[in-house]
DNA sequence: TATATTATTGCAACAAACCGCAAAAACACG
DNA sequence: CGTGTTTTTGCGGTTTGTTGCAATAATATA
């Protein structure tokens, strides 16, 4: 193999997953330590990458990635964290969009095997990282408040499907009135995503508890897990508890 | 054999294979290391490929998609500027994915009003930043080193659609061979996208002009633009120019 | 702090590139 | 045809590039 086309493989892992690990790179390319860290000092140089101890680093992950806009971000990773534990390998998952949803994924593990359906492009592309998660994003009107495609298109390729799981983000729970949101449009395919799935988990920053909007998705039943940043046992959670509903 | 046979050989083997190896040639061939140096320089020279320590490499390698350092952004950015002056109001739009359909998007004019089509989720985000303009992602297997929804369900939706104009990057195009690429899927996805459309643009940098790879998509007469960052009456365009092809 | 992992540095072996030169082939032209 | 010129090619010697190894320094992790 050429230089240049180690270099180039370098940098596509590096577009793929934000990070390289030398020794990863090693295993991969079949060459020496020395080689591999000479070509990320190489590239370094270049301005193609942030070496560090250990590695490399995407030059994007750093300047355009502004952790700080995202809204109670720490609350979500602890969230995403604890979502990550529903994943096993071969699991067929529909997601929504959302930056709670954008962080479970990130915090997936590098070698998980699984398929996952989602009708947000953002959540497609950093599925797109995983080598070994197959991603279909579900095409149509594409939404430019929530960032997510929906309408009918949606709808009818979601009847067709039957998914293990699925993961969604919500701006409200109630225990008694259960899921409910603002946007009919919304309403509809978040009915749609739940009737295509076999259990569903809601991921749930704890601010957005004990809230009803106009139009209700499902009755808290029809929820599998409860995902917050809380403790398990936390006061603000037993409401949610019953058999049907598992708080994680 | 011909000095100007082992070149047309040279370029087979790149444009088969996106290297070769300076020693594989010398006993393809069988003249000397020396020789075989010389005539990869000449073909760098002439701008047909990269010559790199111990072979060269295809000028499309360019494979890996990286969103930090956008490769020729300055070219790009001159060739979005040009396509955009073919939008007009009301314009139903189907385009591809890859950097420079990106900055065509980043280029538009804030209030135009139109219905855009695309199989690429990163253009989808940027495009749901026009107040007017209506977003369709077609939905599909998601392809991981293109960015761009693929397979038989874009096919099938395709197939529904017909655009005013559809515009797609390339990797590859050549006067007497038309447009060309390497893989099959996407292949095929091209060769829809353009039966979609009433007329096409390709937007293309110039240093993938004169470049054939091993399947066609089509032929040079069914592209209606051809946009370059090159001047209109530039020499290197004159074997582009018909009656079917506008260079812009 | 102790221990393991990762970096750095100089070095040696090898491969490839470069340079000048000369032989051979192709070409131009009277 | 012959002769001078240009182009092409291969060879030897030299320089540069690439890679892996070993010893040492720096850094992480518990």
Chains 1, 2 share one sequence.
């Not at 680093?57 to 602890?78: E, M, N, P, Q």
């Not at 390729?157 to 919500?170: F, N, P, V």
């Not at 978040?190 to 259990?199: E, G, I, P």
């Amino acid at each position: 193999m050429l230089k240049k086309e180690r270099h180039d493989f370098i940098m596509r892992q590096i577009n793929l997953h934000n990070r390289v690990l030398t020794s990863d790179l090693v295993q991969l390319l079949n060459v020496s330590e020395d080689t591999i860290r000479r070509d990320l000092q190489e590239l370094s140089d270049e301005g193609l990458l942030f070496k560090v101890h250990g590695g490399a680093l995407s030059k994007s992950y750093h300047s355009s990635f502004d952790d700080s806009t995202v809204y109670a971000r720490d609350s979500k990773i602890i969230i995403a964290k604890k979502a990550t534990g529903l994943i096993t390998d071969g699991m067929v998952v529909l997601t929504g969009g959302g930056t709670t949803i954008l962080e479970f994924v990130k915090q997936l593990p590098q070698n998980i095997a699984a398929t996952f359906f989602t009708i947000s492009p953002l959540v497609a592309v950093e599925l797109a990282k995983y080598d070994n998660i197959e991603v279909i994003l579900i095409g149509g009107l594409f939404s430019k408040n929530s960032q997510v495609t929906y309408g009918g298109q949606v709808i009818t390729q979601l009847a067709e499907l039957k998914a293990d799981l699925c993961l969604m983000g919500t701006s409200a729970i109630h225990p008694e009135e259960g899921l409910t949101d603002t946007y009919w449009e919304i309403n509809q395919l978040k009915k749609a995503m739940l009737a295509s799935s076999k259990k569903t988990a809601v991921l749930c920053i704890s601010e957005k508890l004990d809230i009803a909007l106009r139009l209700r998705v499902c009755p808290i039943e029809s929820i599998s897990y409860l995902i917050t940043e809380l403790d398990q046992d936390h006061e603000s959670l037993t409401r949610y508890q019953n058999r049907e509903v598992h708080i994680l």
